[in-house]
């Protein structure tokens, strides 16, 4: 009997259930399952879009974590809706100028850009 990893697990074409998680994490419940499904296919569009690869730094976090970190008490990481982004070769700035009409929400860090699934349009940033 062949026991697969549920980190290879492909939520997309480019993105897998791994590439969400810390090494250390456990496989997040099925609600958070789904809203990361959910999630790797909008970033599956922007990949598309840009033609390049996406570094998630930061997706879906426990509790702990994201005190550890320093999140947001209501962070959408939490849920499986938000992912911290990079992508090689373009700066913060150049993500969100290419993501202007994301339809939820987007963040703009020195280093990343924050992109959610919540149900409205959000901006924050430098």
Do not use: C
């Not at 990949?47 to 930061?58: A, G, K, M, N, W």
């Not at 929400?105 to 959000?122: Q, V």
């Amino acid at each position: 009997m062949t026991v697969t990893d549920p980190r290879a697990l492909k939520l997309t074409a480019d993105f897998t259930l791994g590439e969400f998680l810390r090494p250390d994490d456990s496989v997040p419940p099925p609600w958070v399952l789904d809203n990361l499904y959910r999630l790797a296919n909008r970033l599956q569009v922007i990949r598309d879009l840009v033609r390049r690869p996406i570094r998630i730094t930061s997706g879906y976090r426990t509790q702990e974590h994201n005190q550890a970190v320093g999140g947001a008490k209501n962070s959408l990481h939490l849920s499986g809706m938000a992912a911290d982004i990079v992508v090689p070769g373009l700066s913060a700035r150049d993500v969100q100028l290419i993501l202007v009409n994301w339809s939820g929400g987007l963040g703009l860090y020195k280093t990343h850009t924050h992109i959610d699934i919540r149900p409205y349009r959000a901006r924050w940033g430098l």
